[in-house]
């Protein structure tokens, strides 16, 4: 079974430019996470879809921050402009529904880092 | 606000020994729990998951669950090198998100 797809794996941007993640769930998978990291810090969840839907997106900041998952599937998190304290690894995680105990299962993410 | 609290660390154990690692979490009516393991660079990938009270075993991790006291850890046997990572400790009510600790930082000397 294929794992959770993310590109790129890193990214260098000036602070003010914008950037685009993309993330491919494990196939089946209705609940779709994107997460930030900050070095040292446990992942800290931005934004959750179940299937096309948004579940919560309380802590995503959403004057630079946006996501989708049109068809449910895939999803694009983009930042713009970015600040310097985005610099961060960005992960993407699913699980089979965020009813009931279904763990969740990470890509690879991408590390990004704002000069 | 829900929180999850482990020692950051770094835990040192020297090889072969056992590993403990703790949690706590505020939300009393949580319902499933998680280790995740996260090498350097690396993204978390899942050990174990528990869900009752008590133990689990899994090779050599045992989890440990006990809700009355909002409190659950892990235990890594004869541990190895290899184990040396930061463990990451979720939790989660049904219909609600993951809650992620800070994780704690293992090293086991050889």
């Known amino acids: 079974e294929a794992g959770v797809a993310q590109s790129p794996r890193y990214k260098i941007i000036e602070k003010r430019q914008s950037v685009a993640f993309w993330c491919n769930p494990i196939?089946?998978?209705?609940?779709l996470y994107w997460y930030q990291q900050i070095l040292g810090q446990g992942p800290k969840l931005l934004i959750q879809?179940?299937?096309?839907?948004?579940?919560?997106d309380s802590q995503l900041p959403k004057d630079r921050f946006s996501a989708e998952r049109l068809k449910g599937v895939d999803s694009t998190l983009k930042i713009q402009p970015a600040k310097l304290e985005d610099s961060a690894v960005y992960l993407c995680?699913?699980?089979?529904?965020?009813?009931?105990?279904?763990?969740?299962?990470f890509g690879d993410g991408t590390r990004l880092s704002i000069l | 606000q829900k929180e999850v609290e482990q020692n950051s660390g770094p835990l040192s154990v020297p090889e072969g020994a056992i590993a403990s690692l703790n949690c706590t979490y505020s939300?009393?009516?949580?319902?499933?729990f998680f280790w995740y393991r996260q090498y350097s660079g690396k993204s978390p990938e899942l050990i174990m998951s528990?869900?009752?009270?008590g133990d689990k075993e899994d090779g050599r991790f045992t989890a440990q669950l006990n809700k009355a006291s909002q409190y659950v850890s892990l235990l890594i046997r004869d541990s190895q090198p290899s184990d040396s990572a930061t463990y990451l400790c979720?939790?989660?009510?049904?219909?609600?998100?993951?809650?992620f600790g800070p994780g704690t930082r293992l090293s086991v000397l050889p």
């Open positions: 528990i869900y009752s009270n």
């Open positions: 939300d009393r009516v949580s319902q499933s």
């Open positions: 196939s089946g998978h209705a609940t």
């Open positions: 979720a939790v989660k009510n049904y219909g609600q998100n993951f809650v």
């Open positions: 879809f179940q299937n096309n839907g948004v579940v919560d």
């Open positions: 995680a699913s699980s089979l529904s965020y009813q009931g105990n279904q763990p969740q299962h």
